[in-house]
Each structure stands twice: as structure tokens, then as C-alpha cells.
């Protein structure tokens, strides 16, 4: 089971054998909750990691509409995507630092590798993904 903590700036996620909690939401066998506060990518990935996941990593595009659906409104700015550009490839930090598998980027993205290196979705693109 996935457990997905957001807060907008931060989405994360991580992996837990229980059920959902009050408060969080359920989508196959993960949850997906909002954390308080606002926060810059490399701190929401510690929030989350001393919880013991990562930031949120859509596998799929149905997975990447629901929290886009799910959340947009509650989200302060963007959704966080755990996916960050290192060494020329995107990487689940708190998956293992595997290769990320899937991406739903937006036209013209991602672009700016040279200094913008973290991922996330934002209002203006629909769910679709922006690197920042």
C-alpha cells in the first residue's frame, strides 16, 4: 500500500501496510493525504521520508488524474511530483532512486535542465507536469 501525504507546495507519498486513516483518501491500495504547511521540494521530501515515504509518483495517467482531481482545489500552489532530474535522468527519490517510469508532461516541458530540476503540476496545466 502506497501512503500519499500532499502539501501544496508538497505532495508525497510513501509505502505503508495499513489502511487508511481518518482523514486520508484511498485510490487502489494507496492514500493520499495534505500536509499542513507550505514547503520547498527537497523539505517536503524530508517531511516525508521521516515519515517514512517520498513524494507522490503517479504510475499511471489514471493515477496522475486522480490527485490532480483529487487535490487541485485544495492545492495552494502545485503538486510536488517525486520524480527529480539528476545525473541526465528523472528519479523516484524515496523509491529506491529508480528511474521514474511515467510522465505526463506538458508541451515544451521539461525544459531548463540546467537549473530546474524538480517536478510537479500546476493549475495552468491541467494535471500535466512542469519541472521547476
Not at 10 to 20: D, H, I, P, S
Not at 25 to 38: A, F, I, R, T
Request: charged residues 25%; contains cysteine; aromatic residues 16%.
Amino acid at each position: 500500500m502506497k501512503l500519499v501525504w500532499f502539501n501544496f507546495l508538497l505532495t508525497a507519498a510513501f509505502v505503508c501496510g495499513e489502511m487508511c486513516k481518518p482523514g486520508e483518501v484511498n485510490y487502489g491500495s494507496s492514500c493520499y493525504e495534505l500536509l499542513p504547511g507550505k514547503m520547498d521540494w527537497d523539505e517536503s521530501l524530508k517531511k516525508c521520508s521521516i515519515k517514512g515515504g517520498g513524494l507522490v509518483i503517479p504510475d499511471t495517467l489514471e493515477e496522475n488524474t486522480f490527485v490532480w482531481k483529487t487535490f487541485r482545489d485544495k492545492a495552494d500552489t502545485y503538486i510536488l511530483i517525486g520524480c527529480k532530474y539528476q545525473d541526465g535522468n528523472w528519479v523516484q527519490l524515496g523509491k529506491g532512486d529508480r528511474n521514474c517510469t511515467y510522465y505526463y508532461w506538458d508541451t515544451n516541458e521539461p525544459n531548463f535542465l540546467d537549473t530546474e530540476h524538480c517536478s510537479h503540476m500546476r493549475e495552468t496545466y491541467e494535471g500535466t507536469w512542469n519541472n521547476l
